[in-house]
């Protein structure tokens, strides 16, 4: 079977993964409008400080930033609007426990084209506290070490 040649990441959101400990992932796609589609065409897209929230039975992305594309002129849409991110009803059930009985956050994980569908990684995450955060610093620091360690050794024999 052949390699989907648009399966491409459009952006990361890598300080989630250093703010949050991740507990499992959702793919989402998105409800977007046709200018918002160029934009993420163009690579343009950003997930910093963006967030995801459960609300009425239905879950958003709030504060994904999309740039104006320049050629829509008048018709162009808000880079920071709210929207709508289209899942199952079991996995949108799922979130709304998990979010409000265990008080886990539901952030955005990476924005990637998936078939030529714009789709966002959701993450079900519990926050780190400042210790575990240099923990796992700590473990990444030893882990990359190690493996230097190896490297270095494998090519003296």
């Keep these: 079977m052949a390699k989907k040649t648009d399966d491409r990441v459009i952006a990361r959101n890598r300080k989630a993964r250093h703010d949050y400990e991740i507990l499992e992932t959702y793919e989402a796609g998105l409800v977007l409008v046709g200018s918002e589609v160029k934009s993420l065409r163009r690579g343009r897209g950003s997930l910093a400080e963006s967030y995801a929230t459960v609300r009425n039975g239905e879950v958003f992305v709030v504060d994904m930033d999309i740039p104006p594309y320049e050629e ?18 079991r996995e949108i059930e799922e979130l709304a426990g998990a979010v409000s009985a265990k008080g886990l956050a539901l952030v ?15 993450g079900l995450a519990r926050g780190r506290r400042a ?27």
């Design 131 to 157: 210790f575990d955060k240099r923990e796992a610093m700590k473990k990444r620091e030893a882990a990359k070490e190690m493996r230097r360690a190896m490297s270095v050794r494998g090519r003296r024999d």
């Design 72 to 89: 829509a002129g008048p018709s162009n849409h808000e880079p920071k609007r709210t929207r709508k991110c289209l899942l199952k009803r």
């Design 108 to 122: 955005p994980l990476e924005l990637y084209w998936d078939n030529n569908y714009a789709k966002v990684r959701l």
